[in-house]
């Protein structure tokens, strides 16, 4: 079965940068674009970043732009989140997500990706 392992979410302070990563199982890893996605306590899952399935284009969310950057190893079936420069307000539960090309288009939204990880918990402390 399709598997999307998230890890490297931590505590962190302002300012500190983290990488996450997300290996990817049970699918053909470059038939799809990946995104990553974050939910904070209270709030609606958003849209952070997504990659097409040669690297070929990304998309950034206007509050991500300039400080994370979205990567992938197709050979290794792994997405990458680099997150520089973190804020408070980056405190959230971040989801990768993997979505076919013909469905995802721009790829900023969660309900055309099929797959699902059960996400990595960042805090950047104050």
């Known amino acids: 079965q399709v598997q999307l392992v998230e890890s490297g979410g931590g505590l962190v302070q302002a300012g500190d940068s983290l990488r996450l990563s997300c290996a990817a199982s049970?699918?053909?890893?470059?038939?799809?674009?990946m995104g990553w996605f974050r939910q904070a306590p209270g709030k609606e899952r958003e849209f952070v970043a997504s990659?097409?399935?040669?690297?070929?284009?990304?998309n950034y969310a206007d509050y991500v732009k300039g400080r994370f950057t979205i990567s992938r190893d197709n050979a290794k079936n792994t997405v990458y989140l680099q997150m520089n420069s973190l804020k408070p307000e980056d405190t959230a539960v971040y989801y990768c997500?993997?979505?076919?090309?013909?469905?995802?288009?721009?790829?900023?939204?969660?309900?055309?990706?099929?797959?699902w990880g059960q996400g990595t918990q960042v805090i950047v402390s104050s």
């Open positions: 049970g699918l053909t890893f470059n038939w799809y674009v």
């Open positions: 990659i097409t399935w040669s690297s070929s284009s990304t």
């Open positions: 997500a993997a979505g076919l090309r013909a469905t995802v288009g721009a790829g900023t939204d969660p309900n055309r990706y099929g797959y």
